[in-house]
C-alpha cells in the first residue's frame, strides 16, 4: 500500500507543490534593474508594488469583476440547459445532449478564441445582426472577453449542475407537486437549492479559468489587460519573473478563499 | 355507505404492451382504511399514481369526492402521497420538510408552524422537528413523510407501502399506530401492500390485484374465509386445494374447495362417518414447529398434501415430531370448506404461503 502510494505521492509533493513553493519563493527575490538579472535578496517590495499602484491594483480589480460576470453568466446559461438535460431529456437526447456539451472541449482553445474575434469583428456575424437597428458590433474589449469567456467555460459548469440536478431523485419532484407545488415553487424550493453545491462546483472552474486566462484577452480583448496578461508579459518580454510570480499569487490566494467558502455548502463533494 | 371518496371508472393504464391496470372500476369510500394486495407487478403502485396525478391514464376517468381530476396536474389534486422510499427533502429540517404543503400553499408562518408541530405530535416526533432528515432512523423517516402528508388535511391520504423498509417489531408497531392515527384524523386512506397479514389486521376493506385488475374486493374475514378463486385463496393466507379427482372422493362433489390449515383437525383414527364431516386418510410427511403454531403437512391418499396448524397448547412438541411418517385422518367441517366453481388449474397456485 505503501510502496503503491509513493510515486503519486511524490509527484504530488515534488512536481506539483514543490512548483508552487518555488513560485512562491520565486516572488520574494527582485529583478536588477540595470542588468535584468535575478537577485536572490529577500524582499517584499513586489508585493508592495502591487498593491500600491493604481494600475495592478486597476487590473486585479477588473479580472476579478471578468471572472465573477462569467461565472453568474456560465450558472444562469447552464442551469436550464443542465435541467432540462437531467430530467425532461429522453434517455437517447440527454446522451446527444452530453456529448454536445463535451464536443467544444475537443476543438482547440485557439480556434474557438479566434472564432469569437470573428463574430466581433467589423464585418463579422454580430456587427451584421445589430445593424438593421442601427448597431454595431461592440468591438474588441472587455465584453468581447467576457463573452468569449463565458463561452469556453460553460461546459465545466454545465457538467457539474447536470451531474448536481441528476442526482435528485425524481421522487421529489413528485412529492414536491403532491404537496401541491407547481414547477416554479419546485425549482426554487427543491431543485435550486439542492443544485447549488454543484453550481458552487461549477463556478470554481469558472472563476479560477477565468482569473488565469491570457490569451482569449488578447485576442478579442483589445487593449484589455488581465492579471494573465501582466503575469505573461513581465515573464516574457520583461523577464522580471519575481514580479510575475508576485502576481501569479493573486489568483491562488483568492481561489484559496474561494474554495474555504465553497467547502461550506458541500461544494466539494460535488467535484 | 357512507360518500364517496375516490371513483375510478374504466380506469386503465399501458405502457407499451404492458396493461399496468386494465379497466378498473373502483369506489372508495369516506373515512375508509382501503388496502390494495397483490403480487409484484400486479399494478398496485400504477393505480395510486394515477389518483394521485403522477400517471396519466390511457383511458377512464378519477373522480375525487364529486370533481372529476383526470386531467387536472398533481399538484392540483386534494391528495397527498407517503412514498415508498418517503421523498424526504435532505436539505430542509424535518420540520421545514412538514411545513412544505402549507408553505407552498402561503398560509402564514404561525399558523403553518403550529399546524406542522400539531402534525409531528401526532405521529409522535415532537422533539424532532429541528432534526436533519439523515439522522433518523427508516421508522422516524416514515413518520415524518406521514406527518409531511397529513398536515395538509387532505380527503385523501395515498400510502405506497409506507412500512416496507422496516423491520418485523417496528412494522406491527408501525401498523397500529398507522390505525390508530387513521381512526383519529378520519380520513380516508388507500394503503398498498403485498403483506396480506398487514392488510387482513389494518382494513376495512381490501382489493386483491393480479395483472392490473381487482380479483376480489371484500372485507378482511370475508377475504380470508371466503376467497372467490384459487388466486385469492393462495395469495391471502395459506390454503389447501382440494380438486378433480381428489374432491370427488374426499368432498363427494365435482368442482374445486379450499380449507384452511387452522379448520383441519388431525386424528388418530377415522371417526364416526357423518355427513357435516369431512374425512381424509393419509400420511404425515412433515412436522414444522413455528412458535405458536405447529404445522403439519400430511400427504392424502386422494392424492393432494394438505397442510394442518394447530395451537401448541397442551402437547408437546416431541409428541408433534414422533408422528412423522404415521398414517393419520384429517377431518373437518363440510361448511368450513369454501367451493371455488370450476376450477382453472392455469391459477390454481400450489399450497402457497403469501
Ligand atoms: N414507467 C413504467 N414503464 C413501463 N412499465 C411500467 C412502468 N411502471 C410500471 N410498469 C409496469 O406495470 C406493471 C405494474 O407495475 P406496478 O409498479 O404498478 O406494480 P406493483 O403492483 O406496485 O408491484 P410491486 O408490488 O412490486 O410494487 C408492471 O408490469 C411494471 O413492469
Ligand atoms: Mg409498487
Redesign the interface.
Known amino acids: 500500500m505503501g510502496l503503491l502510494l509513493t510515486p503519486p505521492m511524490l509527484w504530488l509533493g515534488v512536481a506539483y507543490l514543490g512548483a508552487l513553493g518555488a513560485l512562491l519563493v520565486t516572488s520574494l527575490w527582485s529583478q536588477n534593474d540595470f542588468t535584468g538579472e535575478i537577485e536572490r535578496i529577500w524582499t517584499l517590495d513586489n508585493f508592495r508594488s502591487l498593491l500600491t499602484v493604481d494600475v495592478y491594483r486597476t487590473i486585479t480589480f477588473r479580472t476579478l469583476m471578468v471572472a465573477a460576470v462569467v461565472t453568474v453568466v456560465d450558472a444562469v446559461l447552464a442551469f436550464p440547459i443542465a435541467l432540462y438535460m437531467a430530467k425532461v431529456a429522453s434517455r437517447r437526447a440527454q446522451r446527444l445532449l452530453v456529448i454536445a456539451v463535451l464536443m467544444p472541449l475537443w476543438a482547440s482553445y485557439l480556434v474557438k478564441a479566434y472564432a469569437w474575434r470573428g463574430m466581433f469583428s467589423a464585418d463579422g456575424p454580430i456587427a451584421w445582426i445589430a445593424q438593421p437597428f442601427g448597431l454595431d458590433t461592440p468591438g474588441y474589449g472587455l465584453f468581447a472577453t467576457t463573452v468569449t469567456l463565458a463561452y469556453l467555460w460553460l461546459p465545466y459548469m454545465i457538467l457539474p449542475v447536470f451531474a448536481g440536478i441528476e442526482r435528485v431523485?425524481d421522487?421529489?419532484f413528485?412529492?414536491?407537486?403532491?404537496?401541491?407545488?407547481?414547477s416554479w415553487?419546485t425549482l426554487r424550493?427543491?431543485v435550486i437549492?439542492?443544485a447549488f453545491p454543484a453550481i458552487v462546483a461549477g463556478s470554481i472552474f469558472t472563476f479560477s479559468l477565468t482569473m488565469g486566462d491570457y490569451i482569449a484577452v488578447k485576442i478579442v480583448g483589445g487593449t484589455t489587460q488581465m492579471l494573465g496578461n501582466v503575469v505573461y508579459d513581465n515573464q516574457g518580454a520583461a523577464n522580471n519573473l519575481p514580479f510575475a510570480a508576485a502576481v501569479a499569487t493573486i489568483p491562488i490566494v483568492v481561489m484559496l478563499g474561494y474554495l474555504a467558502a465553497a467547502r461550506r455548502t458541500g461544494a466539494l463533494e460535488n467535484l | 355507505m357512507a360518500e364517496t371518496a375516490i371513483s375510478l371508472r374504466g380506469l386503465s393504464k399501458h405502457f407499451g404492451t404492458v396493461r399496468a391496470v386494465d379497466d378498473l372500476d373502483l369506489d372508495i369510500a369516506d373515512g375508509e382504511f382501503f388496502s390494495m394486495l397483490g403480487p409484484s407487478g400486479s399494478g398496485k403502485t400504477t393505480v395510486l399514481r394515477l389518483i394521485a396525478g403522477f400517471e396519466e391514464p390511457t383511458g377512464g376517468t378519477i373522480t375525487l369526492g364529486d370533481e372529476d381530476v383526470t386531467d387536472r396536474p398533481a399538484f392540483a389534486r386534494d391528495v397527498n402521497t407517503v412514498f415508498q422510499d418517503y421523498a424526504i427533502f435532505p436539505h430542509m429540517s424535518v420540520l421545514e420538510n412538514v411545513e412544505y404543503g402549507l408553505r407552498v400553499k402561503k398560509v402564514g408562518r404561525a399558523e403553518r408552524r403550529k399546524r406542522a408541530e400539531e402534525a409531528l405530535e401526532t405521529v409522535r416526533l415532537g422533539e424532532y422537528g429541528a432534526r436533519r432528515p439523515h439522522q433518523l432512523s427508516g421508522g422516524q423517516r416514515q413518520r415524518v413523510a406521514l406527518a409531511r402528508a397529513l398536515v395538509n388535511r387532505p380527503k385523501v391520504l395515498l400510502l405506497d407501502e409506507p412500512l416496507g423498509a422496516l423491520d418485523l417489531k417496528l412494522r406491527r408497531e408501525m401498523q397500529i399506530e398507522l390505525k390508530a392515527i387513521q381512526r383519529e384524523v378520519g380520513i380516508t386512506f388507500v394503503f398498498v401492500t403485498h403483506d396480506q397479514e398487514e392488510a387482513l389486521t389494518m382494513s376495512d376493506r381490501i382489493a386483491v390485484f393480479n395483472e392490473g385488475r381487482i380479483e376480489q374486493l371484500a372485507a378482511p374475514v370475508e377475504l380470508y374465509e371466503r376467497p372467490a378463486s384459487a388466486f385469492v385463496a393462495g395469495f391471502v393466507g395459506t390454503s389447501n386445494l382440494i380438486a378433480g379427482e381428489a374432491a370427488r372422493q374426499v368432498v363427494g362433489q365435482e368442482g374445486a374447495f379450499v380449507i384452511r390449515p387452522e379448520k383441519v383437525r388431525l386424528e388418530a383414527a377415522a371417526p364416526a362417518p357423518s355427513s357435516e364431516v369431512c374425512v381424509a386418510p393419509g400420511v404425515v410427511r412433515e412436522v414444522v414447529y413455528l412458535g405458536a403454531l405447529t404445522s403439519t403437512v400430511v400427504a392424502l391418499d386422494a392424492g393432494p398434501t394438505v397442510t394442518v396448524t394447530h395451537p401448541n397448547t397442551d402437547t408437546t412438541i416431541d409428541a408433534a415430531l414422533e408422528r412423522r411418517d404415521q398414517r393419520v385422518v384429517l377431518t373437518w367441517r363440510r361448511e368450513h370448506l369454501v367451493s371455488l366453481g370450476s376450477p382453472d388449474p392455469a391459477t390454481s397456485p400450489e399450497e402457497e404461503t403469501a
Open positions: 431523485p421522487s421529489l413528485e412529492a414536491s407537486a403532491d404537496l401541491g407545488a407547481g415553487q424550493r427543491v437549492p439542492m
